[in-house]
């Protein structure tokens, strides 16, 4: 992973990102955040573009990256609704192809293939990834850290897992109970330790 | 009264191209003197209830800013390198521009800021150059910003004089203002309250901070910052004489065959193209689009561009440098609440030749990591990327991080600006902007000497562990200076001391492009204090008739 220079050569970086992530038709934008209230609301949560055997592939990589302990992962946060609806909106938008070397986001399918052949590989016989155990799975994807590919599902994943709950993943604020964040956006001093023995 | 409407095609005093910290304060100024102001912003009017506290939103989907998708630029860094796609200008489009958006700080220049030519000398390869106005001239609009708008802070040691203290009280000071001003004082350096337009109380119908947390690149929903979206702009459409026209994107200044602006052409919400006629034309629209749009008005008479005689429109791009070191500390700061800097030093803020390089700045203490940009950049160089030990470093280190921000100069280097690219063309077919930009080596140099200092506070504050990344030439600006230039000299200036270009009596142009120096890396408090000095002249001469 590249270290950003500054914080604003970070912030350019992820606008870099949003032209691969977010390139997204306003209609689109819309059907996606419907979709999602409605899944927040207690209905069901359904694909709308991957396939399950894909869902539970990737699903399974994002739980790799951020497992679940005591508190939530990336499974408990939902975030292969995040994946699933980012992906379809931008499947659907023309004339935006991969943009930086995280790779394109409908790379991820091929991706997710080729991880599998690798398993099938180790296994001599056929497999899917979501099947191996946890700890085949960790080291297959230690194979592949350094690709486009697994650097894309780590940028998917964390955004899944961190961004508002408006687009479909952080599913009950599960990625900010990992930070200790607490969304009430509401506060009045003391707000930390430090301060709070100046007050005193 | 309600606002004025204007019927498409009537003729106004004043067309203002952009609604933001300059645009916001000019047609309030104008219109309460009595003249017809028309706003064109090219985004959208939106209301304090409509922001959210949605990163995704905001700084990945580019709700609320130029995005690439829609209005592409291209970058190199020397005239010697390759031109690539890239953003390397960023600013916000809505009403209020960037005033809405961002973090807040609100320094003012110091006295020296305005002569450093003849206090330091020249510098080859620049345009480093003093500025035609004195901060004695200027210091009253400081004031009046201050107080038009609702600043919050104390003076400290190394402040510039002033004619009258900040209108509301330092906020409440945060633990990485705590232990920044700890570590300061070990240093024996002298810390601060941080000047914010935050209100830390009830002011001029406004409720003070709420302390959500959310302040760099989103809006107020509590209109406690100082936006013109909430000071400036209700008060100029109060007069009755002021219309703000979002969703307007001007592309081109007219001009008639005596060299007069006649008006402007813009793009309606629906794409659909208007000639809009007024006595005179402001420029604010920011050091990116301001010298695009005097670029993209060429003509016969002006064939190198509008108001170009001196062929400097676009030149001297200026970013400010901006170096972030990181600390992390034993006991939560939970830096997540509130505002985003309480505390800073000024005591590097003068060059000092003895350093060997131009340059001088500021440190501030701040918090940048939001929920979503804290996982994906905020952790130590050396930090698991994913799996549990990535898990366990976000867990750990969130409510415990702290950043100490380097604010430094940007020397008006000859090779940096913005022009037209001939091929590349934004979404309305407009020709787009590019950008050559590299750091001068003092300016490198000044965020280095910088760096290590910030790194000394927060060590001498007490973290377990502290870090800074390499600095490197940057690539990206947000700080848009220098791009039009103020200046007595016709032949080296773009704009005069009143704003006026030199070459076209009815056009002004008045933002951070009017910049002959970068300052210490907050520009806002200047641009705004030019802006209700500027809307004075302006207004002055269209009393006389001499506009």
């Known amino acids: ?200 | 009264m309600s606002p004025r409407r204007f019927a498409q095609g009537e003729t106004v005093d004043f067309i203002i191209v952009g609604s933001g910290a300059a645009g916001g304060v000019i047609a309030k100024e104008l219109a309460e003197s009595g003249f017809t102001v028309l706003v064109l912003e090219q985004g959208p009017y939106l209301r304090a209830h409509e922001f959210e506290h949605d990163e995704y939103k905001y700084w990945f989907r580019s709700a609320l800013n130029n995005g690439p998708l829609e209005s592409p630029q291209k970058f190199r860094p020397t005239p010697r390198d390759e031109w690539r796609d890239q953003l390397a200008i960023g600013y916000h489009r809505l009403v209020g521009g960037g005033s809405v958006m961002f973090t807040s700080n609100y320094w003012r220049f110091k006295p020296s800021d305005f002569k450093e030519r003849t206090l330091l000398g020249s510098i080859e390869g620049t345009g480093f150059d003093d500025w035609p106005i004195t901060y004695e001239e200027l210091e009253p609009y400081y004031t009046k910003a201050e107080w038009e708008l609702g600043i919050s802070g104390e003076p400290g040691a190394f402040d510039p004089p002033r004619s009258r203290p900040y209108p509301t009280p330092p906020l409440p000071v945060k633990s990485s203002g705590v232990l920044f001003e700890r570590g300061a004082r070990a240093l024996g350096l002298t810390p601060q309250a941080a000047p914010m337009c935050i209100i830390s109380q009830p002011y001029d119908g406004r409720p003070a901070c709420q302390h959500c947390g959310y302040c760099s690149g989103f809006g107020c929903e509590h209109r406690a910052k100082s936006s013109t979206l909430f000071t400036t702009i209700p008060k100029a459409e109060a007069t009755g004489r002021c219309e703000i026209r979002s969703g307007s994107y001007v592309r081109k200044i007219e001009l008639s065959a005596s060299g007069r602006a006649t008006g402007v052409l813009y793009f309606d919400a629906a794409k659909m193209e208007h000639f809009q006629p007024a006595r005179a034309v402001i420029v604010c629209a920011n050091g990116g689009e301001t010298p695009r749009l005097l670029l993209n008005s060429k003509s016969n008479q002006f064939p190198d561009g509008l108001a170009n005689s001196s062929g400097l429109v676009g030149k001297y791009l200026m970013f400010n440098g901006n170096h972030s070191t990181t600390g992390v500390f034993e006991k939560p700061l939970n830096d997540w609440k509130s505002v985003m800097v309480t505390r800073m030093i000024w005591d590097y803020y003068d060059a000092d030749p003895g350093r060997g390089f131009y340059g001088g700045g500021g440190i501030d203490a701040r918090f940048w990591g939001y929920p979503l940009l804290f996982p994906l950049g905020g952790l130590a160089p050396d930090a698991p990327t994913w799996g549990q030990g990535f898990k366990d470093a976000l867990r750990h280190g969130y409510s415990r991080t702290m950043n100490a921000d380097c604010h430094t100069t940007s020397l008006p280097v000859a090779a940096n600006g913005v022009e037209l690219d001939p091929e590349l063309k934004d979404l309305w077919g407009v020709p787009a902007m590019r950008v050559t930009y590299r750091d001068h080596d003092d300016d490198l140099a000044m965020m280095e000497f910088l760096g290590r200092i910030a790194i000394e506070i927060l060590e001498a504050a007490g973290a377990e562990r502290a870090w800074r990344p390499e600095v490197q030439p940057q690539q990206f600006g947000v700080h848009l200076l220098g791009t039009c230039r103020m200046g007595n000299d016709a032949g080296t200036s773009v704009v005069d001391r009143y704003h006026r270009t030199h070459d076209v009596t009815n056009l002004f142009l008045c933002d951070g492009s009017s910049f002959v120096t970068s300052g210490r890396g907050q520009p806002t408090a200047t641009i705004q204090a030019l802006a209700f000095r500027a809307a004075d002249h302006i207004a002055r001469f269209a009393r006389r008739g001499e506009i």
């Open chain 1, 1 to 200: 992973m590249t270290t950003p220079t500054s914080r604003r050569e970070f912030l350019s970086l992820a606008g870099t990102a949003s032209a691969v992530l977010l390139g997204l038709s306003p209609e689109a934008f819309e059907r996606a955040l419907t979709a999602t209230r409605m899944a927040q609301q207690g209905q069901s949560v359904t694909l709308e573009t991957l396939t399950p055997a894909q869902a539970a592939d990737l699903e399974a990589i994002a739980a790799q990256i951020i497992p679940t302990d005591d508190l939530p992962g990336a499974r408990e946060a939902r975030v292969i609704v995040f994946i699933d609806r980012v992906r379809g909106e931008l499947a659907a938008s023309v004339g935006f192809g991969p943009a930086d070397d995280a790779g394109g986001i409908d790379d991820i399918l091929v991706g997710i293939e080729d991880l599998n052949s690798r398993v099938v590989a180790r296994a001599g016989s056929p497999a899917r990834f979501a099947a191996l155990s946890s700890v085949e799975q960790h080291a297959l994807l230690e194979e592949i850290q350094e690709t486009p590919f697994f650097r894309q599902m780590r940028l998917l994943t964390i955004t899944g897992m961190f961004a508002h709950p408006n687009w479909g993943g952080n599913y009950e604020g599960a990625g900010w109970k990992v930070l200790g964040f607490e969304p009430r956006f509401f506060w009045q001093p003391p707000f930390g330790a430090y301060d709070a023995e100046v007050q005193r």
